[in-house]
């Protein structure tokens, strides 16, 4: 099987091949100069998960070789955007002793006792937020939230707690440079 991935600018087109057919396309437009939502073209189930991978292995790859936190956290806010195509993705970083950076929207406050839980849902349960780093010393957490497909949330989180250790990690490599 023949893989290959290609990703544009910051949401504006995420494409994957196997065996040389689009298996998964995502395209990110504005519309009467509002930000657009990501839409997905409807392939079977398991094209879909392959390409997934396919596309947090890239960001991953990505992350590996950033050595700027802001440079992270916007590959973070990214790899979010473009795997699960939530109307609102933010990474938040925590300064050293656990406290989070201001300006957290309202809706998301009561999520932040994610700091003791691995995870939250959002108020409305539309989204979740991830802690980053281990409970004793959290380094942030990701909000995503208004997903395209609330159906799937179970199936996002359980993706998004799997990307939560690799993205921990190059947050810590970020700061120690």
Known sequence: ??????????????????????????????????????????????????????????????????????????TIEEMFQALFAPGYVRYLAFGPAGAPAPALPPPYQSCLPVTDAEWAWTADETGFVVRLGPAAQPLGVIIVDQLNRPDFRHRYLSRALNLAGPCALAIRNARNI
């Open 1 to 74: 099987m023949d893989i290959s991935s290609v990703t544009a600018d910051s949401n504006s087109v995420t494409i994957c091949t196997i065996d040389g057919e689009i298996a998964y396309r995502q395209v990110t437009v504005d519309v009467d100069g509002q930000p657009g939502r990501a839409g997905r073209l409807a392939f079977p189930e398991e094209v879909g998960i392959i390409a997934d991978h396919v596309a947090a292995t890239e960001f991953l790859r990505r992350l590996a070789g950033q050595g700027d936190e802001r440079a992270v956290g916007a």
